[in-house]
């Protein structure tokens, strides 16, 4: 049975809705927009009718803080209001709210009203689970390219993803980048991150696959690959604006061999001018590099990983996001990508 949260401080109106729907939805009611919006966080309703007047948080206030969730941000939205005016009807759907109804609500109005939403959310959910199983193939299809070429990542990202989403998780959870990071970044991150060496399609195979130490002119020409992939990846989001996780993957590519001191490349940038994004990818990518066997050397135990990132803090990597490694190392020595 599809859940349905009423919102709204008059209890006969509460009292209304509750019998409206009663056999057909199993309801859910809160006098006041805080409520609402606790009941939402716990219970996650299919469909929220919403009352736009309330004292405190009004109708408007409540829709603004579930856009800004994004395990709630999903949830329809239908405006109940006793104003039936254009200017609050306009700005009610441009708040985000997929519908607005006048009280005194009619029962089979409502009904079709909440009906028909409910079809569409679940059709939209479908539609957009199905585009994640698309960027999952592109991703897949990209990094198969590489493989293709000899040059094993598979495991490597696997490596990255998971320290990567364990490193956001402590950064949440302490506060730090508090404005800055929340969860919609990290979706962006984890989501965007194996695609950070694509750059590496555009390298010649000889480099790529030199058994040995690279001379000065080719480890310069490997340096590319962070412009290279940056440019591919920009000019993809650029067509595809839709899905802001691109913009963070271009940002990575393009930056996770940034150093917080200044002495990285591709432009040198130094401390918080390097995106958060990179700054982050960059401890979990040396990680998992270092405990992986690589040409001129054999991978690492996690100790002696974990101590040259720590020892990088505030020179090659920014300091809080050493903090967080450190404080998680326990559950990334456990992570097996």
Known sequence: MKRILAVDDNLVSLREISALLAGRYATMLARSGEQGLVIAAQQLPDLILLDVEMPGMNGFNVIASLRKQPVLTWIPVIFLTAHSDVATEIRALESGAVDFITKPVKKDILLHRIELHLQFAQYQRHMEGMATELEDSIIASFADIINCRGISLNRHEDQVGGCLNIICRALLASGEFAGELDEALVHEIIRGAPLHDIGKIGISDTILLKPGKLSVEEYEAVKEHTLIG??????????LPTLPYLRCAALMAEGHHERFDGQGYPYGLAGEDIPLCSRILSVGNVYASLMSDCAFRKAMSHE?????????????FDPRVVRAFEKSREAIAACKG
Not at 230 to 239: N, S
Not at 305 to 311: D, E, F, G, T, V
């Open 230 to 239: 940056g440019k591919v990846l920009q000019r993809i989001y650029e067509h």
């Open 304 to 316: 002696e990983a974990c101590s040259i990132i720590l020892a990088g803090s505030g020179t090659a």
